[in-house]
């Protein structure tokens, strides 16, 4: 069994980190309160007897001995937030993962099996447009350029790593050398497991993140000496877009696809907009379906740019691939929750996870909590501590049964 009251005291201390009026989470990466939400980390990592080191891009990791010659089990998550976060997305993951290793050592549970629990570097892409950074660099898939990216006041990553003390020539050698498995808890940010009144469930596959940003060059002119039909309006082509986005992506079921950041220049009261930048964000469980669906939004976007005589360009931001999770380590949770006289629900991941960067590389699989009303990615995002708490029991009865079998 886990400690319920050191996990709920874990969880609300390092919300703090980061906590706006609006009672969302600011914790974006290569920031001070990021770096603060990392010492926290590693307190309570070393409190659960855990030997801590920082890798070459950042990346928390707690480790515990296993037998000589056997590869690790690797349980990560993140602490990184959007903006406004919650307190329970990513943070409950690795909190979860520290609370089970303190158990273990608690109840002086050795397994066999190394463990590296790990809080990776800016899953999100808040900061950058460029999310999963830590988990890139730990599967040994960061490429250097992507080092490039920068943010709204044009640091690249590069440069905030540097800021904070890290070696970005170093990246390469934060890629693992040998994984037996990944394992990951994290709140489900849907509506499936309270629809069916389960606190916990087994995931089977992520759909992965197609990332783009569109830019819109029309022409800044006096917003009363310019005609309506002579017009090269920026915002009202890209209006025009962005509910296309909609309709394209209403055509497919499990598609889904949003525009969560806009730009507008000059941003005048009295100017018609000259240039304006869109995110586009379209995920698709099938990875080819979601290829085609971007396809069909580029093609519309220039069909859109013709009609009104705007120019726009598609910029690559990312593009994860949807992965499958690991059919034994799925029927090892399953296991696990049904010992709990909890009824086994699996579903799909609409969120991304660090957990895509792994499951090339090792079996993967993830654990689900329920979210009150299947709000995330705002301060309203809740989980219960019962739900909590039997989550990790989960996690801890999956970490030892896996432990078993390997
Ligand atoms: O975007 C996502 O799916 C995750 O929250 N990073
Ligand atoms: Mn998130
Ligand atoms: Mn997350």
Known sequence: MINRERLEKHIEELSQFGMQSSGGINRFSF?????????????????????????????????????EGKAPIIIGSHI?????????????????????????????????????????????????????LGSRAMAGILKEEELEWKDDQGISIKDAMIEVGLEPE????AKVKQVAAYLELHIE????????????????????????????KGLSEHAGATPMPIRQDALVAASEMILNVEQIALKYKDAVATVGKLTVKPNGVNVIPGEVTFSLDVRDVDNERCAKIVTEISEMIQAVSEKRGVQSEITELQTVSSVQADAKLQAIIKEAIVSKGVKPISLVSGAGHDAMNFASLCPMGMIFVRSKDG????????????????????????????????
């Not at 170093?170 to 050698?173: A, F, H, L, T, V």
């Not at 497991?193 to 759909?207: H, R």
Request: with cysteine.
């Open 80 to 132: 990184d937030t959007v903006p406004h976060g919650g307190k329970f997305d990513g943070a409950l993951g690795v909190l979860a993962a520290i609370e089970v290793a303190h158990s273990l050592k608690d109840q002086g549970v050795q397994l066999t099996s190394p463990l590296k629990i790990v809080s990776f570097k800016d899953e999100e892409g808040t900061r950058f447009g460029f999310g999963l």
């Open 375 to 406: 709000i995330s990615h705002n301060p309203l995002e809740f989980s219960s501590m019962d739900d909590c708490a039997i989550a990790t029991d989960v996690l801890y009865d999956t970490l030892i049964r896996l432990d078993q079998t390997l």
């Open 170 to 173: 170093k990246i390469n050698e």
């Open 189 to 216: 940010q849907g509506k499936v497991l309270e629809n069916e009144d389960v606190p916990v469930g087994i995931v089977t596959g992520i759909a992965g993140p197609s990332w783009k940003e569109v830019t819109v």
């Open 31 to 67: 920031t001070e309160e990021e770096v603060r939400g990392n010492e926290y980390i590693q307190q309570c990592m070393e409190e659960a007897g855990l030997t801590v080191s920082f890798d070459a891009v950042g990346n928390v990791i707690g480790e515990l001995p296993g037998n």
